[in-house]
T-cell receptor, first 116, second 116 residues
Framework: AQTVTQSQPEMSVQEAETVTLSCTYD???????LFWYKQPPSRQMILVIRQEAYKQQNATENRFSVNFQKAAKSFSLKISDSQLGDTAMYFCAFMISYSNTGKLIFGQGTTLQVKP | DAGVIQSPRHEVTEMGQEVTLRCKPISGHNSLFWYRQTMMRGLELLIYFNNNVPIDDSGMPEDRFSAKMPNASFSTLKIQPSEPRDSAVYFC??????????????FGPGTRLTVL
C-alpha cells in the first residue's frame, strides 16, 4: 500500500522569502505521479505542480518548484518570493500512473502562513 | 473550458432530512471522484466512477450514503437520512483515464454541508 507523510503540520514565512514544505512517500511502484495541491481559505483544491516519477528533471511552475528525490522517496515543494496569497493548506499526493482507477493518496497537509 | 462544477456551494439542513449534492465533471473526463473533508479525518475518498460505472465504493461510510452517475456529465451524492456527523466539505473531482494511464485530478469548489 502507498502512504504519503507530511511531517510539518504548520509553517510560517515572511513575505518575499523562500519556504520549503516536506513530503515523503512509500511505494513499491515504479511508475507514478506526485502532486502538490493548494487549499486556500476559500476551500478550493488547486493543483500547484505535478511530477512524473520517470522524469529526472524537477518540475517548476513560476515561483513553485519541487525537489524530487526518487531513491529517498522525498518530494518537497519550494515556494520562492512568498506572497500573501500563498497562505493556504498544502497537500502532497501520490497516484499510480498506470492504473484503471486514478486513485489519489493524500498526505495530512501543511498549513502555511505568509506574514507581511 | 469550465472546471468541475458543484452545487449547492452551501447546504444547511436538519437531521433526518435527505441531502443531494451534485457534480458536473470537466468535459472529456471519464473518471469522477467524491471526497469528504473534515478536520478530524482529513480528505477521504468516498467513491469513484470510471466511464459512469462505480469502481470502488469502499469509502462510503454507511448505507445512508449513495452515489450515482447516470451519464458522463452528471453525478449525485445522496445522504438519507442525514446526521450531524455528516457535516463536512464534500468535493467532486474528475480526471481522464485512457489506455490504462491516469491523468491529473481536478477538483470542484466543494459543498459545505451542515447538518443541525
Amino acid at each position: 500500500a502507498q502512504t504519503v507523510t507530511q511531517s510539518q503540520p504548520e509553517m510560517s514565512v515572511q513575505e518575499a522569502e523562500t519556504v520549503t514544505l516536506s513530503c515523503t512517500y512509500d511505494t513499491s511502484e515504479s511508475n507514478y505521479y506526485l502532486f502538490w495541491y493548494k487549499q486556500p481559505p476559500s476551500r478550493q483544491m488547486i493543483l500547484v505542480i505535478r511530477q512524473e516519477a520517470y522524469k529526472q528533471q524537477n518540475a517548476t511552475e513560476n515561483r513553485f518548484s519541487v525537489n524530487f528525490q526518487k531513491a529517498a522517496k522525498s518530494f518537497s515543494l519550494k515556494i520562492s518570493d512568498s506572497q500573501l496569497g500563498d497562505t493556504a493548506m498544502y497537500f502532497c499526493a501520490f497516484m499510480i500512473s498506470y492504473s484503471n482507477t486514478g486513485k489519489l493518496i493524500f498526505g495530512q497537509g501543511t498549513t502555511l502562513q505568509v506574514k507581511p | 473550458d469550465a472546471g468541475v462544477i458543484q452545487s449547492p456551494r452551501h447546504e444547511v439542513t436538519e437531521m433526518g432530512q435527505e441531502v443531494t449534492l451534485r457534480c458536473k465533471p470537466i468535459s472529456g473526463h471519464n473518471s469522477l471522484f467524491w471526497y469528504r473533508q473534515t478536520m478530524m479525518r482529513g480528505l477521504e475518498l468516498l467513491i469513484y466512477f470510471n466511464n459512469n460505472v462505480p469502481i470502488d465504493d469502499s469509502g462510503m461510510p454507511e448505507d445512508r450514503f449513495s452515489a450515482k452517475m447516470p451519464n458522463a456529465s452528471f453525478s449525485t451524492l445522496k445522504i438519507q437520512p442525514s446526521e450531524p456527523r455528516d457535516s463536512a466539505v464534500y468535493f467532486c473531482a474528475s480526471s481522464r483515464i485512457a489506455g490504462g494511464f491516469t491523468d491529473t485530478q481536478y477538483f470542484g469548489p466543494g459543498t459545505r454541508l451542515t447538518v443541525l
